[in-house]
């Protein structure tokens, strides 16, 4: 069964930090581009960070750079969103999704990402 399943989410304090995990099943995400969106309430999904599959450039939203980092582990199928000094604003559900030939494979189911005080 091919699937992303995203965790690590949860509630921190501004200013803190998380570390969310998207594992992949059924397919090796070595190969794809892997993506991290997040939605928060009322507003559309953004595009939150990029890691290609060869070269694994990086690429992140304006809004994250300097805080978030993207990364993958080819040997657990799994890609990471490393979140540091964590804004009230970056308050969503983040999604992972795998692209190939740039249209999209999988979507994961989401996690929720609360900071608030």
């Known amino acids: 069964q091919v699937q992303l399943v995203e965790s690590g989410g949860g509630l921190v304090q501004p200013g803190g930090s998380l570390r969310l995990s998207c594992t992949a099943s059924?397919?090796?995400?070595?190969?794809?581009?892997m993506n991290w969106y997040r939605q928060a309430p009322g507003k559309e999904r953004e595009l939150v960070a990029t890691?290609?599959?060869?070269?694994?450039?990086?690429n992140y939203a304006d809004s994250v750079k300097g805080r978030f980092t993207i990364s993958r582990d080819n040997a657990k199928n799994t890609v990471y969103l490393q979140m540091n000094s964590l804004k009230p604003e970056d308050t969503a559900v983040y999604y992972c999704?795998?692209?190939?030939?740039?249209?999209?494979?999988?979507w994961g189911q989401g996690t929720q990402v609360t900071v608030s005080s």
């Open positions: 999704n795998a692209v190939k030939y740039g249209h999209d494979y999988v």
């Open positions: 059924g397919f090796t995400s070595s190969t794809y581009v």
């Open positions: 890691i290609t599959s060869v070269s694994e450039t990086t």
